[in-house]
């Protein structure tokens, strides 16, 4: 069986996602302390979960949200296979702004 090549490299080096789900729980406490600039901690779910995530949690720990399953569905494997990735918030809009737009991160990958 062939591997799928996104697993091992990934699409791109560096790129810019939204954060989902920031408005759930508390969450919205920990986007509210965001700021340009700020470095997050990305946790991949474990292996064998339905539908996996890569979860943006800020330096403190606090969830913040997940990314775009198109994103985690790829960044996931390559994540459990050893690859990093950081990740910066570029901006946090407004509460006025749709959650789904409110919290945009950079993200860079390093090789694995």
């Known amino acids: 069986m062939r591997e799928d090549a996104t697993a091992t490299h990934p699409p791109v080096e560096q790129f810019h996602s939204a954060v ?15 700021h340009a600039g700020d470095a997050l901690i990305l946790v991949p779910d474990p292996p064998g979960t339905d539908n996996p995530a890569v979860w943006v949690h800020a330096a403190g ?3 913040v949200g997940h990314l775009p399953f198109a994103v985690s569905g790829w960044l996931v494997p390559w ?9 910066r918030v ?23």
């Open 20 to 34: 989902y789900g920031t408005v759930f729980g508390r969450r919205m406490e920990a986007v509210h302390r965001l």
């Open 61 to 63: 720990g606090d969830v």
């Open 79 to 87: 994540m459990l296979r050893g690859g990093r990735c950081r990740a």
């Open 90 to 112: 570029q901006r946090v809009e407004a509460d006025d702004v749709a959650s789904w737009k409110r919290v945009i991160v950079h993200l860079t990958l390093a090789a694995i």
